[in-house]
Structure formats: C-alpha cells, structure tokens
C-alpha cells in the first residue's frame, strides 16, 4: 500500500523553538507540498517542490522553511515556533501530471 | 490565479435520500478538478477527478461529480447517503498548467440515521 509518513501525529513546542516536521513517500513521486488546515480556513499551501533540492513558496510561505535532500523526503521547518502556528499540517505528494493528491495522516502542533 | 468556493459550510441529509456538496471554481484555462474526503483525526483522501472527456465521473464508495464548464462547477453527488458518508469534504482545483491545487474550505456532511 502506497504511503505518505509524516514522523509525528501530535507535537507540543515552546515559543521560540525551531521545530522540524517530516514527511517521507515510498511512491518516487516528483512533487511533494506542506499545507496547514485551520477550521473554516481549508487548506492552505505553505511551500512545494517539484525535484530534488527545488522548493517553491506557496501562499503563506512566512515564518517557515522546508528542505528537500532526498526525493522521498520532505522537511519543513518552523524557524521560530509561535503560537500562531499551532496547526493541523499536512503533507501531501502526487506523481507529474494529471494525478491527484496522496496526503499523509497529518501532524497536530500545538506551540505553547 | 485559480480559486474554489464551498458555498455551504454543512450539509445535512437522511440517510438513503441523494446527497449533493456543491462546488464551483475559477481558472484561467482548463480545470483539473478534484474531490477529497476527511474523515476525523485524518488525513484527506482522494474520491475523485475530472481531466476531461465524460462530465460525470465516477469515484470511491460511490460518489459521482459533475463537471459544468458553463456555470464552472464541480458537484459531489451520491443517490442514496450512508451514515459513514459523514466526513469533511473538500474540491480543489488545478489549472492545467499549474503544479499546485487550491482548496474550497470545506464543507461537513452529515448523515443521519
């Protein structure tokens, strides 16, 4: 069964911290994305990659940062952890064309 | 730029009536569309897609949409709900040329015995 992992379903950070949330794929798929979920906001795209070591700022780039090393990893990155960041994310990847979505189980921080 | 409005935040149906979770969108070209499931504590899943062809597509747990290119809309439909239909539900949008979707903010289903 195909899988999109991300390492932690809930995480509790302090103010200030630098958090790293992870997101692995088995699929040797291209594209990978980070979007948070907040009620009655939907989804909200955070930053994308199409390939290895390329990233793209998506809608609300600010106060986060990713890393793509490897194709089935994709990292993001609170510089500084603050509270209104506290968030459902989710990461999601998807095959080059005409292919819809495989999201992971998402990661629940709370920044205190 | 390309947008997707959920225009009811719930849905409320019986169970055994016909369900619709209405959806509309805005591209500049032509539209991937997409329809995805959330059940609680989970992460999304893909029901179904519209590239092009037929306007009905059909999908997962049996869910139909409809592609309507005049009225730019994209509605979820099933003809008889089950009470495990009850999830968030969300339609996003792909320009063709586009590598990221956009999300609708979502609207909940619920289906009452």
């Known amino acids: 069964d195909v899988k999109v992992t991300q390492s932690s379903r809930y995480l509790v950070k302090r103010t200030g911290e630098k958090v790293f949330l992870e997101c692995v794929q088995d699929?040797?798929?291209?594209?990978m994305f980070w979007y948070r979920q907040d009620p009655g906001l939907g989804l909200r795209l955070i930053y994308f990659?199409?390939?290895?070591?390329?990233?793209e700022k998506g809608d609300i780039p600010e106060g986060y940062s990713v890393s793509r090393e490897k194709k089935e990893r994709f990292s993001l990155i609170l510089e500084s952890a603050s509270t209104n960041q506290t968030s459902m994310y989710l990461c999601?990847?998807?095959?080059?064309?005409?292919?819809?979505?495989?999201f992971g189980s998402g990661t629940r921080l709370t920044v205190v | 730029a390309q947008s997707v409005a959920q225009p009811e935040d719930q849905v409320n149906v019986a169970e055994g009536n016909p369900l619709t979770v209405k959806c509309t969108y805005s591209?500049?070209?032509?539209?991937?569309l997409f329809w995805y499931v959330q059940y609680p504590n989970r992460g999304l899943q893909f029901l179904l897609k519209y590239i092009t062809g037929d306007n009905l597509v059909k999908g997962s747990y049996g869910f139909e949409a409809e592609f309507n290119k005049s009225q730019t809309s994209f509605h979820l439909k099933k003809p008889s709900a089950l009470v495990s239909d009850s999830a968030l539900y969300f339609c996003?949008?792909?320009?063709?040329?586009?590598?990221?979707?956009?999300f609708g903010d979502g609207t909940t289903l619920t289906v009452k015995p």
């Open positions: 699929m040797d798929h291209e594209n």
């Open positions: 996003a949008v792909r320009d063709m040329g586009a590598g990221k979707s956009t």
């Open positions: 591209v500049s070209g032509n539209p991937y």
């Open positions: 999601a990847s998807r095959k080059t064309g005409n292919y819809g979505y495989t």
């Open positions: 990659s199409y390939d290895v070591k390329m990233k």
